[in-house]
């Protein structure tokens, strides 16, 4: 309670200071004099800033009796930059005019100008360096934003509107990208292959999202790599890890070059959990970007990446609290033995972009991924579980009073998995008049090999579990032979597939001439066809925007179609290993209606973005998630829904900073295909009927965060961000038991980060010719308090069975409240 009183009164007071304030207003203009809209206009050296309206005009609030430099940038258009001095109170016109520089970006963006019309929302990737989090930083970022929610903060995965993780699409310069398969937990999951040192561009929805992405259910991330027109970069080195990135340009501007390495180590993170040991995880990733202009109309690129993951663990022991004042017990576990993963991957992908005229744009992409993964364990553990004293008043208060369980057991597995996927697609867009017409087609092929070897022995007060059949009571013993031990779990699989998936859309976005118009359309159709189920799959998909002639800036939106996601691999495949080869795409209706309001409140830019949806699913195949791991029923079936509504308001809570606060209320359920409840034999008892609807895995009914930057007024050089990520109940259930019995509730999720840092090298900053700091164009030192408040979350459970067949849910915690520091340079 203290810390949570003396963090509030920090953020207070923090607040409460911002006073001496100027303001600087204008309007930014390309070489036409036409207003550019989503122009970033800062203050050098502080977080966030404004961008202009749709035409042009910006006004922020600045500190003022202090020289600050004003920065201007605009992807494609040359960096302005205005050194200014202001009085308290005063007002500063600042008219700028933006010059196209000499190279273009290759990618088919969307006009900024439609941006606001669609179903995706634009982030400036610049925000996510200032994120507190012990994990990717872009990642981190989206976990704020409404519909998105997470429980985990070791890992870069997260589930939209009801979904999980494999309903998330990722694209990469046009490239979608895939995750590892065999990764069980946060602790393994390493690096995610999005480097936020490279971004440049960053387009997001939750749903509703056009034809011409591809064929997942809940959610797409849509990223573009710089392509810069200048030598740059930047370093970091941080108790978790460190980065280093740079780029420039070569041979007249016409080859460009961006080049990331990242290195990982969460070690330090680790050591805080409640199992001791020794934990080396080490996680290494290098990206490249080469572009080169052939001539004005032609321009090939590669984008590469070789990732390096390895977890070793040898643990040690572990002492876990849990239950209830009133019936608190501890579980104490000795282990021996270790645990070695390892999961390289391999991706690159070439482009040739060809831009005929002014007006057309044609892309031919080829692209390859390749992940060799390996999990091998032998984890012997000894468990003890006792009750504790919970009397206040008592000598042995917290101490073991009763010993209710004793056993043992041992894990094993040999587990190998390699994953070949090659793409050739073809992407193409055309300008005509006030329509936008998109198209393309995609070849892939699928390689996998997976073979499975795990078990899992279970000794309990000193019986194997399930228990063989003794000879008590026979008169021959001896002539009693058949006696079978079995083992609690066994898992011994070999499979593979080969595959080829041949996709198309078409779409166009049309509306009256710009000046006139209120009504944006989107239309298009996507189609899809895997030769393994031998399934063609047609989705139609339509957004529909209108602004209305009202006083208020209002923007009014419904978007909406058939949503598809064919299975890869691991829905194919069930709790024991085998392979479903019939398995049909699960299928997902979307229904969204938005709305956002440009507003100004205390003479300050703000927005408030609200959608309500409700989403159809049928031909589910029903899972459920145990850490990061998602295991699915792939002979069953389910149909279900989602529906809820997502809110959001951001702005400048602190002037020329961008902030923002999200709310998510959600319900999804599911219903399973001939599903009885179970008699004590495990039978179905059809007298008592279905269990009807149940909750699916990611119903967490309410979802909040807040991302919060600020800074000392008379010294800007100061600042500070937080993030708070609230999540309701998931749901959970014994193992081997029937799905409808996983409607149990996990304790909520709840953390705090929060980071201060010091600018020590700024744009203000002059150095003499023979300072070796000249190079830097900034440098920070920052401190973060990663779980301020100390929540321990809990992000899976661990059952233990006494002979007796009762089962204990051992709540397994995440990390607590651990200090980074780290220091970022760029030059």
């Keep these: 309670m203290r810390t949570a009183f003396f963090f509030l009164f920090f953020i207070i007071t923090f607040s409460a200071i911002s006073q001496e304030r100027a303001v600087v207003r204008g309007k930014i203009t390309d070489e036409k004099g036409k207003g550019i809209e989503l122009v970033n206009v800062a203050v050098s050296g502080l977080p966030g800033g404004t961008m202009t309206d749709r035409k042009g005009m910006f006004e922020m609030e600045v500190p003022a009796n202090v020289e600050i430099y004003i920065s201007i940038t605009y992807i494609g258009l040359e960096k302005g930059v205005e050194k200014i001095f202001l009085k308290p109170g005063e007002i500063f016109e600042l008219n700028k005019v933006l010059k196209s520089v000499y190279t273009e970006l290759p990618q088919i963006e969307i006009a900024d100008e439609q941006i606001r019309a669609s179903t995706m929302t634009r982030i400036d990737p610049k925000v996510a360096m200032n994120v507190p989090t012990s994990s990717d930083k872009i990642p981190a970022l989206l976990k704020t934003l409404p519909g998105v929610s997470s429980n985990n903060e070791l890992s870069s995965q997260y589930s939209v509107r009801g979904g999980n993780y494999d309903e998330n699409l990722v694209y990469v310069n046009d490239i979608e990208i895939y995750r ?4 069980r937990s946060g602790q393994q999951e390493g690096l995610s292959f ?8 960053l387009l997001f929805s939750a749903g509703g999202f056009e034809a011409k992405y591809g064929d997942k259910m809940s959610s797409v991330l849509d990223l573009q790599y710089k392509k810069p027109n200048e030598f740059g970069g930047s370093a970091s080195v941080s108790l978790l890890g460190a980065s280093f990135h740079l780029e420039g340009t070569a041979v ?4 460009t070059y961006l080049t990331g390495v990242r290195y990982k180590t969460n070690q330090y993170l680790l050591n805080g959990l409640e199992t001791k040991g020794d934990y080396k995880p080490s996680f290494l990733d290098i990206q490249t970007l080469f572009s080169y202009d052939i001539s004005k109309k032609v ?20 002492e876990t609290d849990f239950g209830t004042y009133q019936d608190a017990r501890r579980l104490t576990i000795y282990f021996d033995g270790q645990e070695i993963d390892r999961f390289m991957t391999y991706f690159g992908g070439a482009t040739v972009n060809f831009k005929p005229n002014k007006k057309t744009r044609l892309k031919i992409i080829a692209s390859g991924f390749n992940s060799a993964e390996s999990e091998s364990y032998d984890i012997l553990g000894q468990y003890w579980i006792g009750r504790l004293e919970s009397s206040f008043g008592s000598e042995n208060f917290g101490d073991v009073i009763e010993t209710q369980g004793v056993g043992s057991y041992l894990n094993h597995a040999r587990n190998t998995m390699s994953i070949n996927v090659f793409n050739l697609a073809h992407k193409g867009t055309m300008e005509m008049g006030n329509k936008l017409l998109q198209w393309g087609v995609k070849y892939q092929n699928e390689q996998i090999r997976d073979e499975m070897n795990e078990w899992i022995l279970i000794d309990s007060a000193g019986y194997s579990i399930p228990r063989p059949q003794d000879s008590i009571g026979y008169t021959d013993p001896e002539a009693q032979t058949d006696y079978p031990f079995n083992i609690y779990e066994l898992i011994k699989t070999r499979a593979s597939l080969n595959s080829n998936r041949f996709t198309a859309y078409i779409q166009n976005t049309w509306g009256t001439d710009p000046d006139i118009s209120k009504v944006t359309f989107t239309a298009g159709i996507r189609a ?14 339509l957004s529909i925007s209108y602004i209305p002639d009202w006083k208020r800036d209002f923007l009014l939106r419904l978007s909406g179609g058939l949503y598809y996601q064919p299975p890869f691999y691991r829905e194919l495949k069930d709790l024991n290993g085998g392979l479903n080869p019939d398995q049909k795409a699960q299928t997902s209706v979307h ?11 205390w003479g300050r830019p703000f927005k408030f973005v609200s959608e309500i949806y409700y989403k159809y699913l049928d031909n589910l195949v029903p899972y459920f998630t145990d850490n990061v791991r998602i295991r699915y029923y792939a002979f069953e079936q389910s149909h279900g829904y989602a529906a809820g509504i997502d809110m ?3 702005g400048e809570f602190v002037p020329g900073i961008e902030s923002w606060m999200s709310l998510s209320v959600m319900k999804t359920q599911e219903d399973l295909y001939g599903d009885y409840y179970l008699d004590k034999n495990g039978n179905p008892d059809y007298s008592m009927g279905e269990p009807g609807y149940i909750p699916r895995p990611s119903d967490q009914r309410v979802s909040a965060s807040i991302f919060f930057q600020d800074y000392l007024p008379k010294n800007p050089s100061y600042k500070m961000s937080l993030t708070t990520i609230f999540g309701s109940s998931l749901t959970f259930g014994p193992p081997d038991s029937p799905k409808y019995r996983h409607i149990l509730r996990m304790p909520p999720y709840w953390r705090v980060d929060i980071g201060f840092s010091k600018e020590i090298i700024g744009t203000q900053t002059r150095f003499t010719s023979k300072n070796p700091f000249r190079v830097f164009e900034s440098l920070w030192l920052t401190a973060e308090v990663l779980n301020l408040l100390q929540r321990n979350n809990t992000v899976s459970y661990t059952w233990v069975t006494d002979i007796t067949g009762s089962q204990y849910a051992v709540p397994n915690y995440l990390t607590p409240r651990q200090i980074n520091v780290k220091l970022i340079a760029e030059f």
């Design 180 to 183: 590892p398969y065999l990764i």
């Design 648 to 650: 959001k308001v951001n």
């Design 194 to 201: 999005i480097n936020s040192d490279l971004v440049s561009s």
């Design 528 to 541: 899809n066809y895997w030769d393994n189920n031998n399934q063609l799959l047609i989705s139609p998909r």
């Design 252 to 255: 007249k501007k016409k080859f």
């Design 299 to 318: 321009e090939v690129s590669f984008l590469g990446n070789i990732a390096n993951n390895s977890y070793r663990f040898v643990p040690e022991t572990r």
């Design 591 to 601: 229904i969204v209606a938005g709305s956002d309001y440009n507003f100004k409140a």
